[in-house]
């Protein structure tokens, strides 16, 4: 199996070191990744990934460009981008939002040919079937060659979704009756600690949808209508903080079966996609993380705040608060997408074998 990466930033640089700590376990033969512009201050990076053994592509007409950035270091580009698309069996765009809708109109659409499988990150509606590890595995079907893996915060709603309402008792029998009605909100940070855009104050943010809300929730239900017809009652608003750690999301699930904090809690232990903490404050769960986690991340699709929990209404109303690794989970999904795509039959056990472990999966943070 050859992987080629394009992009390397917030998703794309944690993705490309993932796959080079686990290259011989997965079976690679070679991890390709690509950048757009010869930038120094990129330099150190793409350096270190290849003295790893990643190879560089890049466009044709950059080709110099990026020989004579990497020259003094005795590294080179390998392959043009029209050249690693051809060798690559699975490509994995991590580019900025929209930018993969236009790499599959003017390149993937051209070398979708059996055995060969594209992914792209979060909000690019439209590149394929939306998909979140755990969720609606069972919806992948053999024709799927374009996976959309969802958002960060997409995955939280839809790990909580299933955790307290679909699938409480992690059985794999999702019950869609159980859901009353399901209220987000996103508390999101105003930009990854990697990146210089932020905030001074708080962005209130505007609804997307006339029914669900901001587009997690949209597009979470669009990951659920790979699996039910049923239209659920979820509605999420997300503002921006003036914050660098990691996003916060109140939830508050109504359910027809009652339950007490204690199953909560419960429910939440039994699911090893989830991690759990005792930590009140984001910053906390965060450094946890960075001291912890694996390239300083973690690939949980949620950390709950115990501390938080409440249940209300008769047993009915779950409440709490929870933390959203830092695109971790996007990591995770995008993991099992490209095993997905290329050995369908054993890609769970493979990942369980791989990743349900520190520094990748926590129980507790």
């Given at each position: 199996?050859?992987?080629?990466?394009?992009?390397?930033?917030?998703?794309?640089?944690?993705?490309?070191?993932?796959?080079l700590e686990v290259q011989k376990q997965m079976g690679?033969?070679?991890?390709?990744?690509?950048?757009?512009?010869?930038?120094?201050?990129?330099?150190?990076?793409?350096?270190?990934?290849?003295?790893?053994?990643?190879?560089?592509?890049?466009?044709?007409?950059?080709?110099?460009?990026?020989?004579?950035?990497?020259?003094?270091?005795?590294?080179?580009?390998?392959?043009?981008?029209?050249?690693?698309?051809?060798?690559?069996?699975?490509?994995?765009?991590?580019?900025?939002?929209?930018?993969?809708?236009?790499?599959?109109?003017?390149?993937?659409?051209?070398?979708?040919?059996?055995?060969?499988?594209?992914?792209?990150?979060?909000?690019?509606?439209?590149?394929?079937?939306?998909?979140?590890?755990?969720?609606?595995?069972?919806?992948?079907?053999?024709?799927?060659?374009?996976?959309?893996?969802?958002?960060?915060?997409?995955?939280?709603?839809?790990?909580?979704?299933?955790?307290?309402?679909?699938?409480?008792?992690?059985?794999?029998?999702?019950?869609?009756?159980?859901?009353?009605?399901?209220?987000?909100?996103?508390?999101?940070?105003?930009?990854?600690?990697?990146?210089?855009?932020?905030?001074?104050?708080?962005?209130?943010?505007?609804?997307?949808?006339?029914?669900?809300?901001?587009?997690?929730?949209?597009?979470?239900?669009?990951?659920?209508?790979?699996?039910?017809?049923?239209?659920?009652?979820?509605?999420?608003?997300?503002?921006?903080?003036?914050?660098?750690?990691?996003?916060?999301?109140?939830?508050?699930?109504?359910?027809?079966?009652?339950?007490?904090?204690?199953?909560?809690?419960?429910?939440?232990?039994?699911?090893?996609?989830?991690?759990?903490?005792?930590?009140?404050?984001?910053?906390?769960?965060?450094?946890?993380?960075?001291?912890?986690?694996?390239?300083?991340?973690?690939?949980?699709?949620?950390?709950?705040?115990?501390?938080s929990l409440e249940v209300l209404s008769g047993g009915?109303?779950?409440?709490?608060?929870?933390?959203?690794?830092?695109?971790?989970?996007?990591?995770?999904?995008?993991?099992?997408?490209?095993?997905?795509?290329?050995?369908?039959?054993?890609?769970q056990q493979r990942m369980v074998e791989l990743l349900?472990?520190?520094?990748?999966?926590?129980?507790?943070?």
């Amino acid at each position: 199996m050859k992987i080629l990466v394009v992009g390397t930033g917030t998703i794309g640089k944690p993705l490309i070191r993932l796959f080079l700590e686990v290259q011989k376990q997965m079976g690679v033969e070679e991890i390709i990744f690509h950048k757009n512009l010869a930038e120094p201050k990129c330099r150190g990076m793409l350096v270190d990934f290849l003295r790893r053994g990643a190879k560089l592509a890049v466009y044709k007409d950059k080709m110099q460009d990026f020989s004579a950035l990497l020259a003094c270091f005795g590294c080179w580009p390998t392959y043009t981008l029209e050249q690693a698309l051809e060798r690559a069996d699975v490509v994995i765009d991590c580019t900025s939002k929209g930018v993969a809708r236009k790499m599959k109109e003017n390149y993937y659409s051209h070398l979708s040919k059996p055995g060969k499988g594209f992914i792209a990150q979060g909000s690019e509606k439209g590149f394929g079937k939306p998909f979140a590890f755990g969720i609606n595995d069972m919806a992948l079907d053999p024709q799927d060659r374009f996976i959309q893996v969802v958002s960060c915060n997409t995955h939280q709603i839809l790990c909580l979704l299933k955790t307290l309402a679909l699938d409480p008792k992690n059985k794999g029998d999702l019950d869609f009756g159980n859901l009353i009605r399901a209220r987000f909100y996103l508390g999101r940070r105003a930009g990854d600690v990697s990146q210089e855009e932020s905030t001074i104050g708080v962005e209130v943010g505007s609804p997307s949808h006339e029914f669900y809300g901001s587009h997690q929730a949209e597009d979470a239900a669009k990951v659920l209508a790979t699996l039910t017809p049923d239209r659920l009652d979820i509605h999420s608003a997300a503002d921006i903080l003036n914050n660098p750690f990691m996003h916060v999301v109140h939830f508050a699930i109504t359910v027809r079966n009652p339950v007490t904090v204690r199953e909560v809690e419960k429910y939440f232990r039994w699911n090893p996609l989830i991690a759990v903490t005792y930590q009140k404050t984001n910053n906390q769960v965060f450094s946890e993380g960075r001291d912890r986690g694996d390239s300083g991340r973690i690939l949980n699709q949620t950390v709950v705040c115990l501390p938080s929990l409440e249940v209300l209404s008769g047993g009915h109303e779950i409440i709490g608060r929870c933390f959203t690794p830092q695109d971790g989970n996007a990591l995770l999904s995008s993991v099992a997408a490209t095993l997905w795509l290329t050995d369908p039959m054993n890609y769970q056990q493979r990942m369980v074998e791989l990743l349900f472990k520190p520094p990748y999966l926590f129980e507790e943070v």
